[in-house]
């Protein structure tokens, strides 16, 4: 069964603290690891990909994956106001079926 | 560049009405098309994908049917809207064989009233 858990939030940090976002899966198969910030009323929007385990970073954003645990982060550093949106998390498997979501964070970075 | 629109943003339909949400792809050929549904609380859950031409896949049972009739065109509708069809649906695509990284379009609310 697809399942992907995150913690909906709210979470609310001040200006500049860093940001940690997370995320657990259940099936082993899942080799594909995204992030998409989602602002109100607008569609995703692809932040970072990540294939297999291991870390990527991308200017103040960096993803990580464990697949021996089956979890998923986000590391937002030098957080800023702009950030303040929900944080999806999805995987992916084999084939062209479509992506499992998790039910995303509503992040709240406080001026 | 590959760009995906979407249209309308918001739309007020009386139950009972007929539904056509219209997606399309530009810059790449042969997506991999999706039509997934947000709501509150419960995360995107999948409508249905198609990887060409009229290959249609439904991920649940429905009042909603897809359509692909072209390359880069995806058509989402119903006959007859349901209270319950509210709703934020998006349209997304991908390339290649794997579920690797999608991308969305911005969305239609959808209010049956």
């Known amino acids: 069964q697809k399942e992907v858990e995150q913690d909906p939030g709210p979470l609310s940090v001040p200006e500049g603290a860093i940001v940690s976002l997370n995320c657990t899966y259940s099936n082993s198969a899942f080799q594909y690891f995204m992030w998409y910030r989602q602002y109100s009323r607008k569609g995703p929007e692809l932040l970072m990909y990540t294939y297999s385990s291991g870390n990527k970073e991308d200017g103040r954003f960096t993803a990580q994956v464990d697949k021996s645990s089956k979890y998923i982060s986000l590391f937002i550093r030098d957080s800023q106001p702009s950030d303040s949106a929900t944080y999806l998390c999805a995987v992916g498997g084999g084939g062209a079926d479509g992506l499992t979501f998790g039910k995303g964070t509503h992040l709240i970075i406080q001026p | 560049s590959q760009t995906i629109h979407q249209w309308p943003a918001t739309l007020v339909q009386p139950v009972g009405s007929p539904l056509s949400l219209e997606c399309t792809v530009e810059?790449?050929?042969?997506?991999?098309l999706y039509w997934y549904r947000q709501a509150a609380g419960r995360g995107l859950q999948l409508l249905f994908y198609?990887?060409?031409?009229?290959?249609i896949s439904s991920e649940v049972p429905q009042n909603l049917s897809a359509s692909r009739p072209q390359d880069r065109q995806f058509i989402l509708s119903s006959k007859k809207l349901l209270l319950s069809d509210s709703g934020f649906y998006l349209c997304a695509f991908n390339m290649g064989q794997q579920n690797t990284e999608a991308f969305f379009g911005q969305g239609t609310r959808l209010t049956v009233v």
């Open positions: 198609s990887v060409g031409i009229g290959q």
């Open positions: 810059g790449t050929s042969n997506p991999n």
